[in-house]
């Protein structure tokens, strides 16, 4: 199993990557790959690219509370991944009375 965090509230002296308070990790086990939140904003997306990871074959997003700088970064995801078959696995409550926007106006409500 191989974990990279891909944002936090650290940065690294000898490590070029931007961090913010909040949390996004990748993890990946043999066939499958996901991330754990996605933090506030598409600093994980920045972040995995100059890793050279590529977020577009991941098989879910695991969101572990509800919270902007663990969620957020789901709106800017979905503006660059038009994938419909991703799964979010979340607490139910987790978005009660969030909606995330994509591109086009085209809404996902998460409450249901």
């Known amino acids: 199993m191989k974990l990279k965090v891909l944002v936090d509230n650290n940065t690294y002296i000898d490590q070029y990557y931007c961090g913010e308070p909040a949390v996004s990790y990748y993890i990946k086990d043999e066939d499958t790959s996901f991330l754990f939140d996605v933090g506030y904003s598409d600093l994980f997306?920045?972040?995995?690219n100059a890793l050279g990871i590529?977020?577009?074959n991941i098989s879910?997003?695991?969101?572990?509370?509800?919270?902007d700088d663990h969620t957020r970064?789901?709106?800017y995801y979905f503006e660059q991944n038009?994938?419909?078959?991703i799964s979010i696995i979340?607490?139910?409550?987790?978005f009660k009375e969030k909606m995330i926007q994509l591109l086009y106006k085209e809404e996902i409500d998460l409450t249901s």
């Open 90 to 94: 979340a607490h139910p409550n987790a």
């Open 60 to 67: 879910s997003i695991v969101i572990s509370h509800g919270h």
């Open 82 to 85: 038009h994938r419909k078959n």
């Open 54 to 56: 590529d977020l577009q």
């Open 45 to 48: 997306i920045r972040n995995s």
């Open 73 to 75: 970064g789901l709106k």
